[in-house]
């Protein structure tokens, strides 16, 4: 059944929002008096039509405290090495997300989530890791059984079956605290958000440039995990406090459960405000902490996410250090035992056309100790709106030194087509 709903939902909103914008890139112009002229007898029927259309829609909604909402991300890659013995072909990406929204009123909702796809991969993640020197990287594209992704594209690999991707129920205390607890949370959702790299159908597609990968464990963060998470707007005041507790094999009583590996512990301080002329400009800064275990690796992390907008204008980055890791008592490394990972960009909002966004990024995602050499990624895209449910975003990466090693520079370029209803 989902699955029939997932086919008619891509021909029935994809297709016709394609074929919308072919023929608005064809058309030619006319004189505004006839152009008018000619679209008035017409208006009726397209009311109508309207109403015809709002009628069905509102057929998909489960029940009147129900909501159906969607999106739809759909990319067609390259990607290659100077030298390589992989033969690369290009591929195509397809991921489809589903989510129930039901609320009974303004202060508590539950929502229910999921993702399937077509398993498509993007070069990076198929050619896996080069080296077992450092060994926490396991496969760059599997995002539940690796310490941290170097590079991967964050919607590859979602798989043709249907999974669970959320199971959240939210509810308000009082007016400036919010609490979710669910058995299928993802800590990306709730922290270590950025207006320019917070969202991989709309933002960057690198997995490391949208989200620090050691604040977020890639065991919990992949999968989901059971837990709650808390949002506190102190005071109604610029400050605002989250935390989150998530286990991911919470369901198992004799191996992991709720308080055993993989976990993650997490608590983020954000000031975030607005200043200069009508509040054009904004600010945030975000300072975080993370607790975690995962493979039996034992992480202290501390980072900070920031950003700025000044007119058009705005830079952003992240930084986090893990101090000190640790497998079962036993140093990760021999000498200097840290973990650094950092990037940072900056974007143009409305360059020539309004809605448009184009950004640039570079970040290295794991500067460990004895390493041969240390993995850089760079990326660029220009995110160009269609109308209001779609958005089409090309975009290059190239990823030096990768896995660490001194091997020969990747390169992968994109073209993306996200839809959401």
């Known amino acids: 059944m989902f699955k029939n709903l997932l086919k008619a939902l891509c021909l029935g909103l994809i297709v016709p929002g394609v074929i919308f914008y072919a023929k608005c890139a064809a058309a030619k112009p006319v004189d505004a008096c006839q152009e008018s002229q000619t679209e008035l007898p017409t208006s009726t029927e397209r009311i109508s039509g309207i109403e015809t259309q709002t009628t069905a829609a509102k057929t998909w909604q489960f029940s009147s405290n129900t909501k159906l909402r969607g999106q739809v991300v759909l990319a067609g890659q390259y990607g290659n090495q100077a030298v390589t013995t992989v033969d690369s072909r290009p591929t195509m990406i397809a991921r489809v997300r589903l989510y129930l929204d039901t609320s009974f009123n303004e202060d508590n909702s539950l929502t229910i989530g999921f993702e399937t796809g077509n398993g498509g991969n993007d070069f990076f993640s198929d050619i896996g890791l080069a080296t077992t020197n450092p060994e926490p990287f396991g496969n760059a594209g599997d995002r539940a059984n690796s310490i941290i992704n170097l590079g991967g594209l964050v919607y590859s690999g979602s798989p043709p079956e249907l999974k669970l991707l959320q199971l959240a129920y939210n509810f308000k205390p009082s007016q400036d605290l919010s609490i979710t607890i669910g058995s299928t949370l993802r800590p990306s959702d709730y922290i270590d958000n950025n207006t320019y790299s917070g969202d991989e159908a709309s933002d960057f597609s690198t997995n490391f440039l949208i989200k620090n990968r050691l604040i977020l464990a890639a065991a919990i963060d992949g999968p989901g995990a059971a837990g709650a998470v808390f949002d506190w707007n102190i005071d109604g005041s610029p400050f605002k406090l989250r935390g989150l507790y998530l286990a991911a094999n919470a369901a198992s009583s004799i191996d992991g459960g709720l308080f055993g590996d993989p976990y993650q ?58 101090i000190e890791p640790k497998f079962a008592n036993a140093n990760l490394f021999n000498n200097n035992n840290n973990i650094q990972t950092w990037m940072a960009g900056v974007g143009i909002n409305d360059l020539l056309i309004p809605g448009s966004l184009l950004a640039f990024a570079v970040g290295q995602p794991f500067i460990a100790p004895d390493s041969p050499a240390i993995q850089t990624n760079f990326e660029a895209f220009y995110r160009l709106p269609i109308n209001d449910n779609m958005k089409v975003t090309p975009a290059v990466m190239f990823i030096t030194n990768p896995f660490n090693t001194n091997t020969n520079t990747v390169f992968q370029g994109l073209v993306r087509m996200t839809y959401t209803f």
């Open 265 to 322: 512990a997490s608590l983020e301080l954000e000031y975030a405000s607005k200043f200069g002329e009508n509040d054009k400009n904004n600010a945030a800064v975000r300072l975080q902490y993370t607790k975690s275990s995962t493979f039996s690796l034992e992480q202290n992390v501390l980072g900070v996410n920031g950003e700025a907008t000044f007119g058009q204008v705005g830079v952003f980055g992240r930084y986090g250090i893990s």
